[in-house]
C-alpha cells in the first residue's frame, strides 16, 4: 500500500503529514511507529494525519514515534495548518480544526508562520500544567548540563503521573519575557527539538509563578523561537496563543507494506 506523504518541521520538531480525507490510510500503531523509524522509516518525532470533520474544516490526529495516539501537539498543530493550506483541506489563511483536546483555531501568517490558538491550560498545581497534554516543569540553572534523558525518563514514569505519565520540560527563565526550554517527551520517550505543548506550558507556568507576563518569548533546543501569548487573571489561563516558524522539508511516497516487513 503506498501512500503520499509530506515532512515538515515545526522549529526543529518534525512530523510526516498525511491527507487522510479519503479515509484509506490505515491508523495503526505498528504502521506508523514503522514510518516514524529514524533508520527504517521516514524519520519523525509525530505522525500527523488528517481526516474529515462535521464540527470543523478538518480533524488533525497526532500519534507519537511509539504509535500511541495523543490529544494535542503544539507545533504539530502549526504544521497541520500549513498543510492543510497547502493540500485544499483549509480554503483560507485562517482555519479550525478538531482534536482529541478540543476545537483548535490557527490562521498562517505568512509563508514562514503560524499561529494557533491553543486549548485554556488547565490543572496548574505548582510547578504541574496540563497545556492539552500534561507537562511537569523542572526549573534548572545551566539549560546545557541538565540530565534530559535519564532525569525526564525518571519523572515521565514516576509513581506521581501514574498510570498515563507526563512530559517533562527542563527550563531557564529569565524575567520578564524570556525562557529556554529542552523537552523530555512523552511517546517520543527522548528528549525532542523542540515541544509546542511544553513551550505553553513553560510560558504559562513561568508567568504564575516566576515572574514572566505575556507575550513570552522560548528558545528551544535547536535554537528556534516561539512566541507564547494570552491571558491569566491569578487563577486562569485563557486566549493562549502559540505562534513560530513551519517548513516543507519534503514530498515523497512511502510503501507501507515494505515497512510493515521492514518493522517486524
Known sequence: MKVKFAKMHGAGNDFIMIDDREGNFPCDGRRIAAMAARRTGVGSEGVIVIQPSSKADFRMRFFNPD????????????????????????????????????????????????????PDPK????????????????????LAKADVESEGRRIRLSDEFAPFGTN???????????????????????????????????????????????????????GYELVVDGEFDGNTFSSVTLTGPVKLVFEGVIDLDSLEAVSE
Request: charged letters at 25%; hydrophobic letters at 40%; a negative charge.
Open 67 to 118: 504509535g500511541s495516539e495523543a490529544e494535542l501537539c503544539g507545533n504539530g498543530a502549526r504544521c497541520v495548518a500549513a498543510f492543510a493550506k497547502l493540500t485544499g483541506a483549509a480554503k483560507g489563511k485562517v482555519m479550525c480544526f478538531e482534536t482529541p483536546a478540543g476545537v483548535v483555531d490557527a490562521e498562517i501568517l505568512d509563508e514562514a508562520q503560524v499561529k494557533v490558538w491553543m
Open 168 to 222: 517533562v520540560d527542563f527550563v531557564s527563565y529569565r524575567p520578564p519575557h524570556r525562557v529556554s526550554i529542552r523537552t523530555y517527551e512523552r511517546g517520543v520517550e527522548a528528549e525532542t527539538g523542540a515541544c509546542g505543548t511544553g513551550s505553553v506550558a513553560a510560558a504559562c507556568v513561568g508567568v504564575a509563578r516566576y515572574s514572566l507576563s505575556f507575550p513570552v518569548q522560548v528558545k528551544t533546543a535547536e
Open 123 to 142: 490543572d496548574l498545581k505548582g510547578d504541574f500544567i496540563n497545556s492539552g497534554v500534561p507537562h511537569k516543569i523542572e526549573v534548572v540553572e545551566n
